[in-house]
């Protein structure tokens, strides 16, 4: 019988606030679940980083063979996308979500792979943790001095049908870190002085909570609900840019309202290469946290804050301190009330936000 591809496949996406909580295992064992109830299942990858209990999860379920790819004289396993395709199971269970494919692989993230599998309508578990999240990536680095490197647009978790939350005590966690059973024992010490810091496992999992609570909330919601926020973020071409970007997007998400970002850009000044290719990062990052994206022209900047704000009823603008820098020398009063002056009354919050970024920042390693 040849299967309809007419319906999109379901994405269950198994979400915990650091590695070693167990998402690989509930999923799989949900996995084996469906399979005892008929349906037909296949691992289309798996990362078990040599840890027992996940194996053992596994060796009930067909696995589809890896996909080998050559990158610098090395040869790198990678999801067999088209062998998956070619199977067709009814569910496939992938690894990883925020995983980043070998340089010349067809798609260049996994999550991409798994939109592919979904709009061929195989259903698809997948596993997730929290700091890979792109609005929250300057927030997570500020909270465990981590830079994740690896991330994934809002839009995959918003668009998943389920999110399951998997959930220990950091304690636990911790615990489970010095048995052995999250990384090899010469790892252990180092993990628990740097990301596996306690205070910072208390964070990620507030973290992993305040997500889970928010998406239930606006499914609970009915869809005629008005919002009544409309949070907009005032770009221009510093290297902070993206950073404030996040951080409106955190507001936005917070008071459940649509974001938009604003760049106005003088038609009398050519843009740089750098500024060029920051404006084009910054479009694609909006996209990514759920934002719209508009580029204004127009030599006076100020009033086309406003009368765009107008336009979209904004009730929250967010801007950078470096935006505040630069009016200083044109104007005597700060940038924030020459702004009210040309929104005329309306009621409007500013948030004026620091550059600040963290020192103590290192490239995260598999955290």
Known sequence: ???????????????????????????????????????????????????????????ALEQIPRKLLRYQGVDLEEMDVAAVLGRHPQLVLVDELAHTNVPGSEREKRWQDVEMLLL????????????????????????????????????????????????????????????GKIYAPEKVGQALTNFF??????????????????????????????????????LGHHHTSKRLLRR???????????????????????????????????????????GTFLREESADILPTIARTAQEHRITQIVLGQTMRSRFKALFRRPLSERLQHQLRGQSIDLHLISDGIPTQAQEDHGA
């Open 1 to 59: 019988m040849i299967r309809s591809t007419h319906r999109r496949g379901r994405h269950k996406v198994f979400m915990g606030m650091a590695p070693g909580v167990g998402k690989t295992c509930r999923m799989l064992q949900e996995g084996k679940e469906a399979l005892r109830e008929g349906t037909d299942v296949v691992i289309g990858l798996l990362e078990t980083h040599g840890r027992k209990d996940t194996t053992r999860e596994a060796e």
């Open 120 to 179: 061929s309508g195989i259903d698809v578990y997948s596993t997730l943790n929290i700091q890979h999240l792109e609005s929250l990536n300057d927030l997570v680095a500020q909270l465990t001095g981590v830079v994740v490197r690896e991330r994934i647009p809002n839009r995959v978790l918003e668009h998943a049908d389920e999110v399951v939350l998997v959930d220990v005590t950091p304690e636990t966690l911790q615990e489970r870190l010095k048995e």
């Open 197 to 234: 810091q306690r205070r910072h496992l208390v964070a990620l999992r507030e973290l992993s909570l305040r997500e889970v609570a928010d998406r239930v909330d606006n499914e609970i919601l009915p869809s005629i609900t008005p919002l009544r926020e409309r949070v907009m973020v005032c």
């Open 248 to 290: 409106a997007a955190r507001l936005a998400a917070a008071m459940d309202a649509p974001l938009l970002t604003l760049t106005v850009q003088d038609p009398n000044r050519f843009l740089s290469r750098e500024e060029s290719l920051l404006q084009e990062e910054c479009r694609q990052l909006c996209e990514d946290v759920g």
